[in-house]
């Protein structure tokens, strides 16, 4: 199965007698015209975006971990994640908007329209996103 399928809770491991993955609440990035919604949801409430290579080990692992530790009310933020590979202009775009350079992975916090935190690689997973509710 994908990656999407994963995410997105297509794929049941647990009829073949393995452990189902916890998958966080993501919303796919697919658009450049989400930006400027996320931008403003983010005067609501805390939006994050999840910038994932589908093609790194490193991102994948990354990515796992951070599915595997998530303990967040979905109603708390709103959690984006946008697949680099297949939407590159959204990836630059993103980086642009928010004035960030990019990195992969790479998880940005957005508050009020600006970026109030960004980590890359393993430092993601040491994110505390509580603290930004």
């Given at each position: 199965m994908g990656i999407f399928n994963r995410l997105f809770g297509k794929d049941n491991n647990s009829e073949n007698g393995k452990k189902e993955a916890k998958v966080a609440p993501w919303v796919p990035l697919a658009s450049?015209?989400?930006?400027?919604?996320?931008?403003e949801?983010?005067?609501?409430?805390?939006?994050?975006?999840?910038k994932h290579?589908?093609?790194?080990?490193?991102?994948?692992?990354?990515?796992n971990r951070f599915n595997e530790g998530y303990d967040i009310s979905k109603n708390s933020l709103?959690?984006?994640?946008?697949?680099?590979?297949?939407y590159r202009s959204v990836s630059n775009e993103t980086s642009s908007v928010f004035g960030v350079v990019h990195e992969s992975p790479q998880l940005l916090v957005i508050k009020n329209g600006v970026v109030v935190a960004h980590e890359s690689h393993g430092a993601?997973?040491?994110l505390d996103l509580k603290k930004y509710i």
């Open positions: 450049v015209d989400q930006l400027e919604a996320i931008k949801k983010s005067n609501a409430k805390p939006q994050v975006i999840f290579s589908t093609t790194c080990g490193i991102s994948r692992m990354v990515m709103d959690l984006h994640y946008l697949d680099l590979h297949q993601i997973t040491r």
